[in-house]
């Protein structure tokens, strides 16, 4: 087994694996770490786990160290020069009428390169823009498209809920997510009601989903006839979150009423006819 420790990247917000090497460090450290050749700030995000080094794919690096007076110092330097970089980089986007957003800049330790990210409805051919970024920029230029969902996940915002966005906050990787989610969850299906800032289908959804999932299957399904203390009637709605169902009463009269009960109060007493209304009949004799 391997001790590893997750480091976020700034700006990208990308979490990497990373190995200890035997010092311990706390959530929140800012720490030094090798990416592809190079040098790149990162903050603990979470702590040392085991891993199984036999279902590993890739050699995992190694944290070179926890950042310095001077490694801080030099961050800071950094992040300066990347917010110029961007500027600089919309201003010859624009000046070569080029069709691409500018979402980040972010330099590598010592300076030498710098990455920027950005997004584009179609493909990009920016040779002549990595000619004038080299010139302008004096530094080793990666130019790296990104996703949407990306987007978000670096530059961050608020949410429907009032949050941060859950990519931008916590999520380690974006789940694939799906309506039926929404639909687990008992949520209007509209999609401005059930879209992130991105336009996608909502982080949260796929998070929560094994949660809800979980609660759903001890629930009655709506429809089914159920025995409560006040009496038999029929199941029209379920609150997952509360594990509440509330249930429909009808009098000779053909009057109704709808109380609420927590869910073990609830006994089934028979499944609900066939879906669609769908019944048994004969088959006739020609």
């Not at 590598?108 to 040779?127: N, W």
């Not at 990519?167 to 879209?195: G, W, Y």
């Amino acid at each position: 087994m391997q001790k590893i420790i997750g480091v976020k990247l700034n700006q990208s917000g990308k979490i990497s694996y990373f190995l200890p090497s035997g010092i311990e460090y706390n959530i929140g450290d800012v720490v030094i770490v090798e990416d592809d050749k190079s040098q790149l700030a990162g903050k603990v995000c979470f702590g040392e786990k085991l891993v199984d080094e036999t279902e590993l794919d890739h050699e995992i690096p190694k944290v070179l160290r926890r950042a310095t007076k001077a490694d801080l110092e030099k961050i800071a330097e950094n992040s300066a020069k990347a917010e110029k970089a961007v500027k600089t980089t919309r201003q010859k986007t624009k000046e070569l009428g080029l069709s691409m957003k500018v979402v980040s800049a972010e330099y590598s330790l010592d300076g030498s390169k710098v990455i920027i990210s950005f997004t584009a409805d179609d493909r990009v051919d920016f040779r002549d823009l990595l000619k004038e970024l080299a010139s302008a920029l004096h530094s080793r230029i990666e130019l790296k498209q990104i996703g949407q969902r990306d987007e978000v996940k670096i530059k961050g915002g608020i949410g429907p809920c009032g949050e941060e966005c859950c990519c931008k906050r916590f999520l380690k990787d974006f789940e694939h997510v799906t309506i039926k989610m929404a639909k687990t969850q008992n949520l209007s299906l509209s999609p401005t009601k059930i879209s992130g800032l991105c336009g996608r289908l909502m982080c949260c959804l796929g998070y929560e989903n094994p949660t809800y999932e979980e609660i759903q299957k001890k629930m009655p399904k709506v429809g089914l006839t159920v025995s409560t203390p006040d009496g038999i009637g029929q199941v029209i709605y379920n609150d997952l979150l509360r594990e509440q169902v509330s249930v429909k009463f009808t009098a000779n009269d053909d009057t109704t009423t709808i109380s609420v009960y927590p869910l073990e109060k609830i006994k089934v007493e028979q499944k609900k006819e066939r879906e669609n209304g769908f019944q048994n009949k004969p088959k006739q004799v020609h």
